[in-house]
């Protein structure tokens, strides 16, 4: 664990985790202090950010990180759909750039962050509906499916996986892969982590998930499986590469979701690094893990996209 990360968790445990304490979420406040707190980093050299903020003739809300000479086109390589996390109520591409940017640049893929519907103005399945919406929107603009990897943290980790069991069921072409970091995949919070690392956790405490669960939900029922991916059925889906912490009180929304995965014959594949802040990738290039993190995605993402016809199921498990 290097000192990086030891600040970054000494600072989530004094400044956000004694605001998940709290018995009720104050959405308005957190989402001012993420603002306020935004660093934004500068666009990499040889790259371009294309806003598309407010672009009501398309399902794409959001923003490209693309290389400068020009757009994603079909066949040019992989493009990575970014889901950002933030509980499904706050975050938004802006709060997400340092995970986005590094993964692009590491990949060589250009990155499209969706800038989906926050609750509570709009519940589920608002932030499904524009995840699916806008990867059906990439493949009528000319990328081929098997070019796309479906990417998130949190809970734009679970909507990435949510986005992909609802698009098998609709019977939509599959993506490459799906990219999980630190997913939130049980919104019902009743893995065992919920209470078994509540207080070693220094971002989170566990009661704070199913709170936020109810924000997103309304009266949908948390076990739903386009809420809450770790209940659906994961046959069919293409491969997984999970990363989360052995702290997180959501290491048991990754684990189970790998088991379940792996169970249906899923090529998946889970890390759990040691003693990492939630969604650590996020720290890039500052924590020399969040770095390395964004090497082994970034090889993912090219893995799957060249050779997807070769790769086999797998069952792997690491700690790092």
Partial sequence: MSWQSALACWYLRRQFRPRTLKPRINVEQARALTAKR????RVPRGWRLRELYGANDTPLHGEWLERAEGAPAANSGPVVLFCHGGGYYFCSPRTHRSLAFGLA????????????????????????????????????????PESIVIAGDSAGGGLALATLVALRDAGDPMPAGGLLFSPWTDLAATGASIRANDGIDPMFSGPAIALAGKVYLGDTPATHPYASPVYADLHGLPPLFIMVSSTEVLLDDSRRVADNARAAGVDCELEVWTKMPHVWPIFAPFIPEANRALDRAAAFVRRVTTHRDAAQPSSAMSMV
């Fill in 38 to 41: 935004a660093w934004s980093p």
């Fill in 105 to 144: 640049t590491r990949a060589d893929a250009p990155v499209f962050s969706l800038d989906y519907r926050l609750a509570p103005e709009h519940r589920f399945p608002a932030a499904l509906d524009d995840a699916t919406g806008a990867y059906r929107q990439l493949i009528a603009n000319g990328i081929a």
